[in-house]
C-alpha cells in the first residue's frame, strides 16, 4: 500500500496559538483523508480531499491538498483545548479499497 | 441509533488462549475492517471486507483470523500464533461503492499476559 510520513509526531501549544500537521507521500495520492481521535477514543472522520491545490475550511480547521497531490496539511488557527488530540492522515491505497494510515500528531493544548 | 459497537471495551487473556473480539454495525454498510493501533503507531490493518462471505488480508494479518458470515457482524479472533497481541483494537466501517469515509467503533483493549 501507500506510505504517508506525518510530522511532527507531537506539539503542545497554548491555547489560542496556532497548529499545522503535515502529511507527506512520495507517490501521488488519489485522496487524503483527515481523522481525530480524542485521547481514550476512536478516529473520528474529519474531511476527504480529492482534487489537486483543494482547499476546505471546517470553523478553526483548514485543510489543504498539494498541487502534486503528494502532501497535505491541518491547519488550526487558535487553537483551544477541546482541539486536544491525535490527528490522523489518511490515504487511499490504489485498489480503492483500503487506507494507509500516517502515524499521527499528537496535539496537547494548555489553558 | 446507528452506529458500531464493540464489546468488550477491556479484555484480558491468558497467552496461549485465543479470543475473539467482537464488532457489530447497524448503518448497513456493505465493507468492514480490523485495525490494531499501539502507542505512536498509527493505525494498522488486520483484515477487511467488502462483501459477506468475503475478507481480504491486510498489512498484519499473521496471528489473527475473521468471519462475516452477516453484512452486520465481523468477528476477529486473535489466535495463539499471534506473537504481540497486547494493543487496542478498532473496527470500522464503510459504505463501499466508492464511498471511502469510514465510521470506527469505540475500540477493544486487549491485554494479554
Known amino acids: 500500500g501507500q506510505q504517508v510520513m506525518q510530522i511532527p509526531q507531537y506539539q503542545h501549544v497554548q491555547e489560542g496559538e496556532d497548529f499545522t500537521t503535515y502529511c507527506n507521500s512520495s507517490?501521488?495520492?488519489?485522496?487524503i483523508q483527515w481523522y481525530k481521535q480524542r485521547p481514550g477514543g476512536h478516529p473520528v472522520f474529519l474531511i476527504q480531499l480529492v482534487k489537486s491545490g483543494e482547499v476546505k475550511k471546517q470553523k478553526r480547521l483548514t485543510f489543504q491538498f498539494g498541487e502534486a497531490k503528494k502532501n497535505s496539511s491541518l491547519h488550526i488557527t487558535a487553537t483551544q483545548t477541546t482541539d486536544v488530540g491525535t490527528y490522523f492522515c489518511a490515504a487511499l491505497n490504489s485498489g480503492y479499497s483500503t487506507l494507509t494510515f500516517g502515524k499521527g500528531t499528537m496535539l496537547l493544548v494548555s489553558p | 441509533d446507528g452506529g458500531i459497537t464493540q464489546s468488550p471495551k477491556y479484555l484480558f487473556r491468558k497467552e496461549g488462549q485465543n479470543v475473539t473480539l467482537s464488532c457489530e454495525q447497524n448503518l448497513n454498510h456493505d465493507a468492514m475492517y480490523w485495525y490494531r493501533q499501539d502507542p505512536g503507531q498509527g493505525l494498522r490493518l488486520i483484515y477487511y471486507?467488502?462483501?459477506?462471505?468475503?475478507?481480504q488480508k491486510g498489512d498484519i494479518a499473521e496471528g489473527y483470523s475473521v468471519s462475516r458470515e452477516k453484512k452486520e457482524s465481523f468477528p476477529l479472533t486473535v489466535t495463539s500464533a499471534q506473537k504481540n497481541p497486547t494493543a487496542f483494537y478498532l473496527c470500522?466501517?464503510?459504505?463501499?461503492?466508492?464511498?471511502?469515509?469510514?465510521?470506527f467503533g469505540p475500540g477493544t483493549r486487549l491485554t494479554v499476559t
Open positions: 507517490t501521488t495520492l488519489s485522496n
Open positions: 470500522a466501517s464503510s459504505i463501499g461503492d466508492r464511498v471511502y469515509e469510514q465510521y
Open positions: 471486507s467488502q462483501i459477506v462471505n468475503d475478507f
